[in-house]
């Protein structure tokens, strides 16, 4: 059983059938709290936000992807009311439209393997209308690539209109400092996970101090939100429960943590120094 079926069992036969279901399945027993705890936040009113994102960050995050379409709207406050109109002739005419289809037609493996291929053709259309949407809506910002693999967690989630109105918010927050005409932010971001590192791992951060690699190979982590390097849709929007419940650095202490957890066997060679950028990136 995945969890979306104990919602509709839930829902079909009451309290009755989920107690035995939960009995035979005591491993879903945790799911189900969730989804239920969840589920009444979202009927309070005001809507219970701090619940939300108490489970989105604890183990598991919201569970299933039912949930997320109405929980991440929430935890941003954003509506459908909010959506504006918009003319496909000014979105083929932005200046970042052609670089934008390009990053686009490579994101395939961040499509479902079972998804079919008129399916993904429409993912990608869509994807292309939000980005450039967003373009020409807010004027301050400037594209980057990866900035889609971001677009595309929310987009298999919450469909168009509220990837729109959610990406609307998060350019305007959490990844406001990657949409900058040059890299001055961001690299002040990257700068971060060295003291971070220290208090941690001194031996791992003296190590890469020592390789001159700075931490560079972590700017893909950050400007995706692990996107370009997580290939499991379940995972990516593990990360987004969590990213969106959280501080806006919270993409950098979990780079640091991935960075602890998967670094290779450090040796002091100049050979492995600089090699291990690109063992981890």
């Not at 979105?91 to 994101?107: E, G, I, P, T």
């Not at 959280?246 to 002091?268: D, K």
């Amino acid at each position: 059983f995945r969890s979306r079926n104990i919602v509709k069992l839930s829902s079909r036969q009451g309290h009755k059938m989920d107690t035995e279901l939960r009995i035979r399945r005591g491993v879903l027993h945790w799911q189900y709290e969730k989804l239920r705890e969840v589920q009444e936040a979202l009927e309070r009113d005001p809507v219970d936000i701090g619940t939300i994102r108490k489970h989105a960050i604890s183990n598991g995050g919201l569970v299933s992807n039912e949930l997320r379409k109405k929980a991440w709207p929430k935890m941003l406050g954003v509506s459908v009311c909010d959506i504006s109109p918009y003319e496909d002739a000014a979105l083929s005419a932005h200046k970042d439209r052609a670089q934008v289809q390009l990053d686009v037609n490579r994101c395939h493996r961040r499509l479902p393997r079972d998804m079919s291929e008129e399916a993904r053709a429409d993912i990608q259309k869509q994807l292309v209308r939000v980005i450039v949407r967003l373009l020409a809506r807010h004027r301050g910002i400037h594209y980057y690539q990866g900035f889609h693999d971001i677009v595309v967690t929310f987009l298999l989630v919450l469909g168009e209109d509220l990837t729109y109105l959610i990406m609307g918010q998060l350019i305007t927050c959490h990844i406001n400092d990657f949409l900058d005409a040059d890299m001055t932010r961001t690299k002040s971001i990257i700068a971060y996970i060295s003291p971070l590192l220290s208090l941690q791992c001194t031996e791992l951060e003296e190590f890469i101090t020592r390789s001159e690699c700075a931490y560079y190979f972590s700017l893909s982590w950050l400007i995706t939100w692990f996107g370009h390097v997580v290939e499991s849709p379940d995972l990516a929007c593990r990360l987004v429960d969590l990213f969106l419940a959280s501080h806006p650095l919270m993409p950098v202490y979990l780079s640091t943590a991935w960075f602890q957890t998967t670094h290779p066997s450090r040796s002091s060679s100049p050979e492995s120094q600089r090699c291990y950028p690109s063992s981890v990136s």
